[in-house]
């Protein structure tokens, strides 16, 4: 066997061990990755479409919330305030009919997934109205599938990351959510669903970063049949 052949077999091997460890493991890494990578693009969306809301006392005091979010260590601060300025959580409640409560429950529910509260997590992001953004609208429906997978409620899983698949398609959020699709339905042992969501990211979305590695996935799902 050659050089480039010991590596990419090294490196296959890696990977389904990687993939094995994230099934297993009751927090998974990719999902809280996940909401990592969705909270910085909540901020940049926040930044760019909802600095025009009805209370404009929400927008200036939820700054300090967005500052805490991006330090894991000042999450609590984030979510319950410091004492001169609100959290998420206040501002959510306080605020209700406004954009600035809306992205706020999104922002509690991608923070209490990196916490572990997942039920919690489930009830911030039910309080999301959908806005018509193409890349918020999928990642708060594709954390609700986080939360609900780590509650062990698959069914709820699927639907949420079906959902965040079809929200508003396109070569980034799309792919990510049928891989944690595919992965979902492995750990039911639908291995033909499974098969069909990485399938979809091999043929639909070929330049994606989640196709670099769906033949592998793709392998081991044909394997199981």
Do not use: C, H, W
Request: glycine residues 6%.
């Amino acid at each position: 066997m050659t050089t480039n052949q010991n590596d990419t077999a090294s490196n296959t091997e890696k990977l389904m061990k990687t993939e094995s460890f994230l099934l297993e493991n009751k927090k998974s890494l990719a999902i809280i990755g996940g909401a990592i990578v969705a909270l910085i693009l909540l901020y940049f969306g926040y930044q760019n479409f909802y600095l025009a809301p009805r209370a404009e006392k929400a927008v200036n005091e939820m700054f300090r919330a967005e500052e805490y979010a991006a330090i894991d260590s000042l999450a609590d601060k984030a979510i319950k305030g410091d004492g001169s300025y609100p959290g998420f959580e206040k501002i959510a409640a306080e605020y209700s009919s406004t954009k600035s409560a809306n992205i706020a429950n999104a922002y509690l529910g991608g923070l209490y997934l990196q916490k572990g509260e997942f039920q919690k997590a489930v009830d911030a992001l039910g309080n999301y109205s959908s806005t018509g953004s193409p890349i918020i609208d999928p990642l708060v429906l594709g954390m609700l599938g986080d939360a609900y997978s780590e509650l062990k409620e698959y069914d709820q899983a699927v639907t949420y990351y079906k959902k965040a698949a079809e929200k508003a398609a396109n070569s980034f959020t799309t792919p990510l959510f049928l891989k944690k699709l595919g992965l979902v339905y492995e750990e039911q042992k639908e291995y033909d669903s499974a098969l069909e969501a990485y399938q979809r990211i091999k043929s639909e979305y070929p330049y994606s970063g989640e196709a670099s590695t769906v033949d592998t996935y793709i392998a081991r799902t044909e394997a199981r049949l």
